[in-house]
């Protein structure tokens, strides 16, 4: 592997995509804060990709700050931490805003633990010391990561002990750090590495020392200028590449962003392993290096409360397990306006109606439309004006994939290539008619998975 | 002269022709012979050609051939019925087994007012599409009311109302084409051993809280029913009725059991014509609600 | 249709002659044979009707194609005889029938038959010539599919009158609007392509052919 | 030269212009019927196209050596009873329509019951339209069109030898094909249309058909210009005329 | 299953079970004969004739019909009585036979004739399948007569070939030509299935 | 027995009132919750209807009030149609939306101006009836309404809109009295001018005599993204090499140039082949399917006896778009 320039020769885009107003005013400037400790957390069994974790605590049982409250005990499937001290109560059940019903630990909090700077000089604060890094062996950084229950903290929550492997068949010679947060709104990840550019170089040091990367680039969009500064000054004599890529959604997609920092595609239906390549997000990145010098569990995350229907949008350093609803409150509540809540960002999240609904690791973001951002105009007929063609970064049609969903047509689909389709909303911001593609195509990806299963 | 040469000539030559091409086509018949049941065709014949997809094949023809390549039971015709399977039967050789007439049955019971933690809903209004959405209610086992089963249905035999599929027994063929088409599974199809028969009308898992917070009417899981009568299981909060012990003439617990329910979960469905009363054997058991809720998001690497 | 049965037809093996397959197929035989006997006896108790009237639909035009007789030949009774006349040029023989005409004894005129493209299909012209074959003095449309409207209008009589009179000898000419000249034929409006294809039907047939009608006609007059 | 011109010129009008579905309304049947899906709509046109070249092979033969007027066969047969003169005027030309339809469906037969026993993955995709191929017109059309170009042709030139008839035949399955694989398409398409309910199925197609039928008028004539186009000026001046038809009994 | 008498094969083969509207058979003929009614009446009384000679013959013969042979023989028959009728019309209306060009043998492939030897003429006895052949080529006549009303008397405002609308009518000459066949005959099955789910869902009501 | 459950209201309801948020619920939706705003079916429309403003503006100029009369007539007829055909199925008319104004515009301007006024009435009925109700309205039309409805009139009454319709000696409009361009060409040989012919000083159908307003609306539409570029693009290559090919680089005469500016092939580039809906999705299909225009325009106009064959092209296209759609689906990222 040579030393292809600044992007690796990616050129630092990758092709279609769209250009949706990035609305990161809102909480762009906001230091991260960190949330008082909540009375009760709800703990869902299976936040990850994957399997879910096993229950290792019964109720009424004491917990400590940061114990083990769930095994992962699938390949693909993560541990889980208790992120308070308390009392667990009896078991209950909670939706996820992914649509998943499911168990879930719940604790009422009786001993908050560190709380405020102390809780982010725990968590992030420095110093993340670069020298000692090199005295750990990857299988011990492998575990660490898998102990500590880490999971992509960019959304979908792959468990990282899975990524970060150093006994992978397949030969990884980049790490890749997602620094992009393409999503409109979101400035969770932009304000992490402003503010803890050190630990992110630390993980990122680590992941991959312990995938035997020859080459670590940590990719930012060019619309965050502050976090590529301050992770240039943190990057000192470590070797990590910092690529400032061309603002485009979704820059963020894995398959995007290897294609855009390396020039290199990852084949249909593969992994970036099958490139050589291995990925993670910045805030994971920070957790693995938490969790490999400090030994402690992945309990907190940052999030971003934003949009134009929160009374006051933050950054803010949440417990896994709170529930929206009190973030919300944290942050002045709702204004008038507000029509949708949103888990995530606004174009792959997922609408929340119920604010017992808890933040769990995967949750990026939480973001507050009001009812002049969502139009919600019927869907029209398609006029096939091929505007969704155009902009899919994946090259599909969608607007076949619909179509063959609705009429059930699942020899249609296959050839469409359905399964290909990660569901990133660039065809269904872009229709003119206003067609939900997107649902349409979960639904054809669903009857597909349905007729495969039989 | 030159009239019977002519009449000669065609003759001959008509005959020439037949001549070759019987032998010939005789000769093909004999080299080319592919050994074909005939009574795949005579199945086929036998079947109504409705293609409805009742029996779980394609068509009609590819039920014909299953029955006599694959020894597919005969009775899986719901449209043509008896009549339809007494012919199978006979061409096939075997016994008609009587089938027991499957219908569907809705389990839920809630209608718009009872289910409480709706959300305005804004996309596709279909079942499918919305079931894929969280929030549209607290429930993520009832019954949508989108409507998929009334477009699914071929024989205009089971409605919205009221935001609840309701069955419309006087025209179901039980096809089972609503079944297939609940994105929540919450229809399935039970033997009729009568003309009303007993059915849970909930699909809710969780414990009695939960359920509560979401629904006005859903089963709570309190095991009234099971102390009362032994036909009824609960299992993970949900009682399940055990159709093969299930006795049409001999209700006298399970009714009392139906009076125990504080949420008037188990109602009485159906109206299967007299002729079925009989119709009695030992169906297995159709699987009770198995709710598949899952998003393909999970199986998405990225996010945000 | 009938193939799955008639594959699946297997026959017991015993009496070898009943499985031959002229056997089996002794109704089809008997039929071919039969049918072939009684279309012959149609085709001879019909056919000459069937060739009467193709003749008479050429023939039958024939009087109105040729130069109005004077006097007391009007009430003659035309003697029509057809023969094929081979054509030879640039080396291939393409052969033309033509009728010849007389009242009388006396020549009449000749008809030429001939067909060329049109603007959608072939079109079948007959042209009527004067006995010296050097004057035009009609012309039929027999056969034409040209667009209905527009190109079928080659068919109309206003627009085969003006054939009526022109000079066999030099070439006839399409032109637009008036079509005053003495070899120039108006183009039917919007159907410039099928006017043009009968005129050069008719120049080719008439090229071919005026020479060696002219010779006959001068063999027959005396 | 002027003669491959001919050819190419017969199978551009079979295939396109004048195309055996949208401007002879033949083999609407199958057009209509079996034009659900793009895969089966090209097997059925393979299907055709295979048939009508060996019908038209069969049947160009038979005209030509036996059914037509003056036939050599028939000549030499007569001949055995009647005199040279008398045995040129045998006529078997009535039998043409027996002999042909004879032939298809002996052949679609013997097509099927081959492929069926030596190569049954030809057999499943398009095996089961041939049965349904014994009722198409659109190759009993072809056999008579090649028939209207052997019997009644005055010119022994212009009569069309083998070649001829196999181009029409061959092109005109393709164009056969294309129609249907065209209309397929489109009626695939119609499955996630709006279609008012009872224009739904045949009546839609055939409004489709008619708007494939205005298209393809766009042809007319793009036989002729590109006859013009394509022959040497020179040969124009030497090309024979097309001797008329009709008049089909009387030989010089 | 009952089989249907002479006089309900007689019946329902003019409207319900039409060989055109509800069969789907016969269309090539049905398109492209009707472009007038003069033609559409000769197509119809030929079809009659075929249909009516071949189902008689069918009936006589159906004690020996063989099932493989079965196809060739009615083949057999339909061509020969197709031949008949083809040159009865070039010897007594040869105008007729020369505008009906090749459409006349092509009756021989004619779906409607196949089917109804088939369905009916192998089955029963010679009346009924006389009755049948009778009632499905009114129905077939039926249908052309209509496709070809409208179509002669939009594209030449003529029926018959007398002039039935004002001389100042523009002709559609599409209607004459080959999209306007399409077009008519769909719009016409449309109508006729309308009205068919209107009456059938006023006698279900 | 009691057929179904009675409705149980005395349990808690504090607890279900507390869990949303407050009273008025937010809502709930599939993901993306953003649409790109400003970006309408409608406003599509009315980009094409913006573009075809210096079209109908320049045969205002060059055919004065008869060209007014024809797009009256066509759009008054166009707009009651669908109207009709909606309410007979009981839809509510979507005039709105503007589709059925952008049919009626495209098939006046594609009319010559001397049709009589039934033609317009019968090709407007044609292209909203058959064109697009039958198929089930606004994006289902598998065909260019404007051209089916065109086609319809074309052939029904080739007389009075044939090649020879166009000619009017009598009329007071200058441009009138003489034939198109085209027919001038193919029947005389006879070559207008280039200049006449880019500003549209020539006769033919209303909107395409005019080159230079057909390029300014086209390229407006192109920039708006309301047309696929690729498509008339790919059109006028293909177009353009055909010419070469046919007249070599000859100066004088009929050139490639006057084969791209004359009759409807700007016109029919821009704004007839661009309709969304009848022509392909995948961008190695709008090329395929602009190409194929190209070629087919040429071999009508060079072969066939029509003098233009746009129509006949794009709806040949059309026909083809199906096809094309499933013959070209695009490579997905990543795929072989």
């Keep these: 592997m040579g030393w292809f320039g600044p992007h690796g020769g990616g050129g630092g885009t990758f092709a279609r995509g769209i250009h949706p107003p990035a609305n990161k005013h809102f909480s762009t400037g906001c230091a991260i804060e960190v949330v008082p400790c909540p009375e009760r957390v709800v703990l869902p069994l299976q936040q990850n990709v994957g399997g879910p974790c096993t229950p290792v605590v019964k109720p009424r049982q004491k917990v400590a700050w940061g114990e083990l409250v769930g095994r992962g005990e699938a390949f693909v499937s993560s541990a889980l931490h208790a992120p308070v ?30 709380t405020g700077q102390d809780l982010w000089e725990a968590v992030f604060g420095g110093p993340w010391s670069n020298d000692c890094i090199g005295s750990y062996e990857p299988q011990q950084i492998h575990e660490a990561i898998l102990e500590a229950g880490i999971v992509g903290l960019g959304g979908a929550a792959f468990p990282t002990h899975v990524k970060i492997n150093p006994n992978t068949q397949k030969p990884i ?77 979704p820059q963020g997609s894995e398959k995007h962003l290897i294609k855009a920092v390396l020039g290199r595609e990852v084949p249909l239906g593969g992994l970036p392993a099958d490139v050589g390549v291995a990925i993670g997000n910045v805030g994971t990145m920070a957790a693995v290096a938490r969790a490999v010098v400090r030994n402690r569990p992945l309990t907190h995350r940052v999030i971003c409360v934003t949009g134009a229907g929160v009374a006051r949008p933050k950054n803010l350093m949440v417990p896994i397990g709170i529930s929206i609803g009190e973030i919300i409150d944290y942050c002045g509540g709702l204004t008038a306006e507000a029509a949708r809540i949103v888990a995530g960002g606004p174009m792959m999240g997922f609408a929340v109606a119920d604010r017992a609904t808890p933040v769990t690791k995967g949750t990026s973001g939480i973001t507050v439309l009001t009812a002049k951002d969502i139009e919600t105009s019927a869907a029209g007929p398609c006029v096939r004006c091929g505007r969704c063609v155009e902009v899919c970064p994946m090259g599909l049609v969608p607007t076949k994939l619909a179509q063959a969903a609705r009429t059930g047509d699942l020899r249609l689909a296959r050839r469409h290539n359905i399964l290909a389709c990660f569901e990133c909303g660039a065809c269904a911001y872009s229709c003119p008619a206003r067609i939900p593609l997107v649902q349409w195509i979960r639904v054809g990806k669903t009857q597909v998975a349905r007729s495969q299963g039989r | 002269m030159i009239i019977w040469v002519t009449i000669g000539l065609s003759a001959a030559a008509m005959g020439t022709l037949a001549v070759f091409f019987t032998s010939v086509l005789g000769w093909a018949n004999r080299a080319f012979h592919v050994p074909v049941d ?101 429930c993520t086992y009832g019954c949508l009311g989108f409507g998929d089963c009334q477009r699914a249905c071929p024989f205009d035999a089971i409605h919205v109302i009221d935001g609840l599929a309701t069955v419309d027994y006087t025209r179901c063929v039980g096809c089972g084409a609503c079944a297939r088409a609940c994105p929540r599974n919450i229809i399935t199809m039970a033997p009729f051993k009568a003309e009303r028969i ?66 008037h979960c188990i109602v009485a469905v159906g109206k299967p014509s007299a002729k079925d009363l009989a119709a009695l054997g030992d169906e297995q058991l159709p699987d009770v609600v198995a709710p598949d809720f899952k998003t393909t998001v999970d199986d998405t690497e990225w996010r945000g | 249709m009938n193939a799955a049965v008639m594959t699946t037809d297997t026959m017991p093996a015993k009496r070898p002659w009943r499985d031959n397959a002229l056997f089996q197929g002794w109704l089809v035989l008997l039929l071919a044979v039969v049918f072939g006997a009684l279309l012959a006896g149609v085709q001879t108790a019909l056919g000459p009707t069937i060739a009467a009237n193709k003749r008479n639909e050429t023939l039958s035009q024939v009087p109105a194609l040729l130069a109005p007789a004077s006097g007391a030949a009007a009430t003659a009774k035309l003697e029509i005889d057809t023969r094929m006349l081979p054509v030879s040029r640039g080396g291939r023989t393409a052969v033309y029938r033509v009728h010849r005409a007389r009242r009388d004894g006396q020549l009449a005129g000749w008809v030429v038959q001939t067909a060329g493209q049109g603007y959608a299909d072939r079109i079948e012209v007959l042209v009527g010539l004067s006995p010296e074959a050097d004057v035009i003095t009609g012309l039929f449309v027999l056969d034409q599919k040209e667009t209905p409207g527009l190109g079928a209008k080659i068919a109309t009589a206003p627009w085969r009158r003006q054939f009526v009179g022109k000079p066999a000898a030099a070439p006839l000419e399409v032109v637009k609007g008036g079509g005053a000249g003495a070899n120039q034929i108006d183009a039917i409006t919007g159907a410039t392509i099928s006017s043009r294809a009968v005129v050069a039907i008719v120049n080719r047939a008439l090229a071919d052919v005026s020479s060696q009608l002219a010779a006959d006609a001068g063999k027959a007059a005396p | 030269m002027t003669y491959f011109v001919d050819i190419l010129l017969i199978a551009l009008g079979a295939a396109l212009i004048n195309n055996f579905v949208f401007y002879y309304f033949v083999g609407i049947c199958p057009f209509i019927g079996v034009s659900r899906r793009v895969e089966m709509a090209f097997g059925m046109g393979c299907a055709v196209t295979f048939v009508m070249t060996i019908a038209a092979a069969i049947s160009w033969t038979m005209t030509r050596f036996v059914l037509m007027p003056g036939a050599p066969l028939t000549r030499w047969a007569a001949g055995l009873w009647l005199d040279p003169q008398a045995a040129a005027g045998v006529d078997l030309s ?159 | 299953m009952s089989t249907p008498s002479a006089a309900q094969r007689f019946v329902r083969g003019i409207l319900p079970e039409n060989p055109v509207y509800r069969q789907m058979l016969g269309l090539c003929a049905t398109l492209a004969v009707t472009n007038n009614l003069k033609s559409a009446v000769t197509m119809g009384a030929a079809v009659l004739f075929v249909l009516v000679c071949a189902n008689l013959m069918v009936s006589l013969i159906r004690h020996w019909l063989t099932p493989h042979l079965r196809i060739v023989i009615f083949t057999l028959t339909i061509a020969t009585f197709v031949t008949v009728a083809d040159r009865l019309l070039a010897a007594f209306l040869y105008p007729m036979s ?65 002039r039935v609308l004002p001389a100042a009518w523009p002709d559609w000459v599409i209607m004459v030509l080959p999209p306007g066949a399409f077009l008519t005959f769909g719009l016409l099955l449309g109508l006729a299935n309308w009205i068919s789910a209107r009456r059938g869902g006023k006698e279900e009501a | 027995m009691k057929t179904s459950g009675m409705k149980n209201k005395d349990n808690d309801k504090t607890a279900a009132a507390n869990a949303g948020f407050g009273p008025a619920l937010t809502e709930v939706a599939s993901s993306p919750h953003l649409v790109e705003s400003g970006r309408t079916t409608r406003r599509m429309m009315i980009d094409v209807l913006l573009a075809l403003v210096p079209v109908a503006g320049a045969a205002v100029y060059f055919f004065r009030w008869p060209a007014v009369r024809q797009m009256a007539i066509c759009l008054a007829a166009c707009l009651a149609a669908e109207a009709l055909f909606a309410l007979m199925r009981r839809h509510r008319p979507p005039l709105a939306d503007g589709s059925a104004a952008v049919t009626a515009l495209i098939l006046a301007l594609s009319l010559p101006v001397t049709a009589p006024w039934y033609t317009a009435v019968i090709g407007s009925v044609a292209a909203i009836g058959v064109g697009k109700a039958l198929f089930g309205g606004l994006g289902m039309n598998l065909f260019n309404p404007a051209m089916v409805g065109r086609a319809f009139v074309m052939i029904s009454f080739a007389g009075a809109l044939g090649a020879a319709g166009y000619q009017d000696p009598g009329s007071s409009i200058d441009v009138m009295t003489q034939a198109t361009p085209l027919t001038a060409f193919q029947q005389s040989g006879v070559s207008a001018g280039l200049a006449d012919l880019f500003l549209g000083r020539t006769n033919g159908s209303l909107g395409e005599t005019s080159a230079l307003a057909c390029l300014i609306g086209g390229l407006f539409l192109c920039i708006r993204r309301s047309a696929a570029w690729r498509i008339p693009a790919a059109m006028l290559a293909a177009a353009g090499i055909i010419a070469l090919l046919d007249t070599g680089l000859g100066v004088e005469g009929w050139t490639a140039a006057h084969h791209l500016f004359s009759g409807a092939m700007l016109f029919g580039a821009f704004f007839i082949a661009t309709d969304p809906v009848s022509s392909p999705l995948t961008p190695l299909g709008q090329i395929i399917y602009g190409a194929g225009i190209g070629a087919l325009v040429m071999v009508i106009r060079l072969f066939s006896g029509y003098p233009e064959g746009v129509m006949f092209a794009v709806l040949l296209m059309n026909a083809l778009t199906p096809l094309i759609n499933r013959w070209t689906i695009p490579t997905p990222f990543g795929g072989q």
């Design chain 1, 173 to 249: 010679h980049t790490l890749v750090v997602n620094g992009c947060e393409c999503e409109p709104y979101l400035t969770a990840d932009d304000q992490l590495m402003r503010q803890a550019p050190d630990a992110i170089i630390a993980g990122a040091f680590l992941a991959g020392y312990a995938v035997g990367a020859r080459r670590v680039v940590i990719g930012v969009e060019d619309n965050k200028p502050e976090a590529v500064e301050s992770l240039r000054r943190a990057v000192g004599r470590t070797g990590i590449e910092v690529a400032v890529l061309k603002t485009k959604y």
């Design chain 2, 198 to 263: 007993l059915a849970v009308a909930c699909s809710n898992k969780d414990s009695g809280k939960d359920v509560r917070r979401v629904c006005e009417v859903g089963c709570i899981g309190c095991k009234a029913c099971q102390r009362a009568c032994s036909l009824f299981t609960v299992q993970d909060n949900l009682p399940s009725i055990d159709y093969d012990a299930y006795c049409p003439d001999d209700l006298g617990d399970a009714i009392r059991a139906m009076e125990k329910c504080p949420r």
């Design chain 2, 38 to 138: 005939p009574r795949i065709e005579a199945c086929a014949e036998a079947l109504p050609g409705a293609n409805c997809g009742g029996c779980g094949f394609v068509g009609c023809r590819e039920y014909a051939a299953a029955v006599v390549c694959d020894a597919e039971p005969v009775d899986r015709c719901v449209v043509g019925g008896q009549s339809c399977t007494e012919a199978l039967a006979a061409i096939m050789g075997v016994d008609p087994t009587p089938s027991l007439p499957y219908r569907p049955v809705v389990h839920c019971g809630a209608h718009t007012a009872d289910r409480l933690l709706r959300a305005p809903y804004h996309g596709e209004p279909t079942c499918a599409a919305a079931n894929l959405v969280t929030g549209v209610q607290g």
């Design chain 4, 94 to 252: 009535i039998l043409s329509y027996i002999v042909y339809i004879f032939a298809i469906a002996a052949s679609v037969q013997f097509v099927e019951m081959y492929l069926r026993r030596f190569l049954p993955l030809l057999y499943r995709s398009f095996g089961v339209f041939l049965p349904l191929i014994t009722t198409n017109c659109a190759i009993l059309f072809a056999c008579l069109t090649i028939m209207s170009r052997l019997v009644g042709v005055d010119d022994p030139a212009a009569r069309w030898d083998l070649a001829q008839a196999l181009a029409l035949a061959l092109f005109g399955g393709v164009g056969f094909t294309l129609a249907i694989v065209i209309m397929a398409g489109i009626r695939e398409e119609l499955e996630a249309c709006d279609v008012p309910a009872p224009f739904r199925g045949v009546p839609i197609a055939l409004v489709v058909g008619g708007i494939l039928a205005m298209a393809f008028m766009g042809f007319t004539g793009v036989d002729n210009g590109l006859k013009t186009a394509l022959t040497p000026p020179a040969a124009i001046v030497a090309q024979a005329p097309q001797a008329d038809s009709g008049n089909g009994a009387s030989t010089p």
């Design chain 1, 85 to 114: 001290a308390g009392t667990v109560e009896r078991p209950a059940m909670t939706t996820l805003p992914n649509g998943r019903h499911m168990p879930a630990i719940a604790i009422r909090t009786e001993d908050p633990g560190l």
């Design chain 5, 98 to 162: 020369k505008a009906l060009g090749p459409y006349i043998p092509l009756i021989i492939v004619n779906c409607i004739i196949i089917c109804r030897c088939e369905v009916c003429a192998a089955k029963q006895g010679p009346l009924t399948a006389v009755a049948d052949a009778l009632g499905q080529s009114l129905g077939f006549a039926l249908a052309l007569v209509s496709l070809a009303a409208v179509r002669e008397i939009l594209g030449t405002g003529m029926w018959f070939g007398f």
